[in-house]
């Protein structure tokens, strides 16, 4: 299938040189994990973050949001760290690292400017708030798929839009999902892109096996399914909510079941995307990319 007129491979091949050309992912976050565990002072856990100024300016705007702010006024780093604590600090300091990938606008996608960093959010926030329904513990695990289980977006968006009318004719003749026809047409699909973008930045394996089966989290490993499961609810709930819901749609084949099969009712949903708004309104300001 495809166009005739290019070679697939080479394709795949330029894609996937372009993934490997992204920024590695900063090791701020290595650094910081052992200071935290340690319950090193705020001084030393500074001095770790400001080496990166836009990881330090980030935690400052995101300390600054009430769900984190609470009774404190951050004036400065060490005043954002203190405030945080440490679960708090790894969640922004991720955040942190993760936003600069999902500058500009993902045309290909049909998603404005800054549309996907708040999914991005979103979809990590909501992994927090099905894990503690779920008793998950894996939090931090969780965060960092949820953060970045669209990073293949980041890079496959120029190619989707490229090659929009082949894809969508495939979506509309032959009645397939966006993420087959995408598959199909660039001979690589979004998520594929993004777990081997998390390979390359070294991510642990849950992560990447997150990442890579965020549309069909039953293909994954056994081992690695019910974070894979948790990623991609997670993802259709804020899609439902309308934040970061493109061109490729709202429904994913088998969604119904994996609620079910987690003991998520329908009434549990509205719940949760009830708790999910509230926290969203309150971080939403403070998300800009700058
Ligand atoms: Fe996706
Ligand atoms: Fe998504």
Same mark, same amino acid.
């Given at each position: 299938?495809?166009?005739?007129?290019?070679?697939?491979?080479?394709?795949?091949?330029?894609?996937?040189?372009?993934?490997?050309?992204?920024?590695?992912?900063?090791?701020?976050?290595?650094?910081?994990?052992?200071?935290?565990?340690?319950?090193?002072?705020?001084?030393?856990?500074?001095?770790?973050?400001?080496?990166?100024?836009?990881?330090?300016?980030?935690?400052?705007?995101?300390?600054?949001?009430?769900?984190?702010?609470?009774?404190?006024?951050?004036?400065?780093?060490?005043?954002?760290?203190?405030?945080?604590?440490?679960? $708090?600090?790894? *969640?922004? /300091?991720?955040? @942190?690292?993760?936003?600069?990938?999902?500058? %500009?606008?993902?045309? &290909?996608? +049909?998603?404005?400017?800054?549309?996907?960093?708040?999914?991005?959010?979103?979809?990590?926030?909501?992994?927090?708030?099905?894990?503690?329904?779920?008793?998950?513990?894996?939090?931090?695990?969780?965060?960092?798929?949820?953060?970045?289980?669209?990073?293949?977006?980041?890079?496959?968006?120029?190619?989707?839009?490229?090659?929009?009318?082949?894809?969508?004719?495939?979506?509309?003749?032959?009645?397939?999902?966006?993420?087959?026809?995408?598959?199909?047409?660039?001979?690589?699909?979004?998520?594929?892109?993004?777990?081997?973008?998390?390979?390359?930045?070294?991510?642990?394996?849950?992560?990447?096996?997150?990442?890579?089966?965020?549309?069909?989290?039953?293909?994954?490993?056994?081992?690695?399914? $019910?974070?894979? *499961?948790? /990623?991609?609810? @997670?993802?259709?709930?804020?899609?439902?909510? %309308?934040?970061?819901? &493109?061109? +490729?749609?709202?429904?994913?084949?088998?969604?119904?079941?994996?609620?079910?099969?987690?003991?998520?009712?329908?009434?549990?949903?509205?719940?949760?995307?009830?708790?999910?708004?509230?926290?969203?309104?309150?971080?939403?300001?403070?998300?800009?990319?700058?």
């Amino acid at each position: 299938m495809g166009t005739p007129s290019f070679d697939k491979n080479k394709y795949v091949n330029r894609i996937i040189e372009q993934a490997e050309s992204l920024p590695p992912f900063p090791n701020v976050v290595q650094k910081v994990m052992p200071l935290l565990q340690t319950m090193a002072p705020a001084k030393q856990i500074e001095q770790v973050i400001q080496y990166d100024p836009a990881i330090a300016s980030r935690v400052i705007a995101l300390s600054r949001s009430p769900i984190y702010a609470r009774r404190h006024s951050i004036g400065s780093l060490r005043d954002a760290i203190i405030a945080l604590g440490q679960k $708090e600090l790894i *969640k922004v /300091v991720l955040a @942190a690292c993760s936003a600069r990938y999902f500058k %500009g606008s993902t045309e &290909g996608y +049909d998603l404005r400017e800054g549309e996907l960093w708040e999914h991005a959010v979103g979809v990590a926030i909501m992994t927090e708030i099905l894990a503690s329904f779920l008793n998950n513990k894996n939090v931090f695990t969780l965060y960092t798929a949820g953060l970045l289980h669209d990073i293949g977006k980041t890079v496959l968006h120029f190619h989707v839009k490229d090659q929009f009318e082949n894809i969508i004719k495939l979506v509309k003749d032959k009645n397939m999902h966006f993420l087959d026809a995408e598959r199909e047409i660039l001979g690589i699909d979004h998520q594929q892109l993004g777990g081997l973008i998390a390979k390359k930045w070294n991510f642990p394996d849950v992560v990447v096996a997150a990442i890579r089966f965020h549309h069909e989290p039953t293909k994954a490993a056994i081992k690695f399914q $019910e974070i894979a *499961k948790i /990623v991609h609810l @997670a993802n259709i709930m804020v899609a439902t909510m %309308g934040i970061g819901c &493109g061109v +490729d749609g709202l429904t994913q084949p088998g969604e119904e079941a994996i609620f079910k099969e987690m003991g998520i009712t329908s009434k549990k949903i509205s719940e949760l995307l009830a708790e999910f708004g509230d926290r969203f309104k309150a971080i939403k300001d403070f998300l800009e990319i700058k």
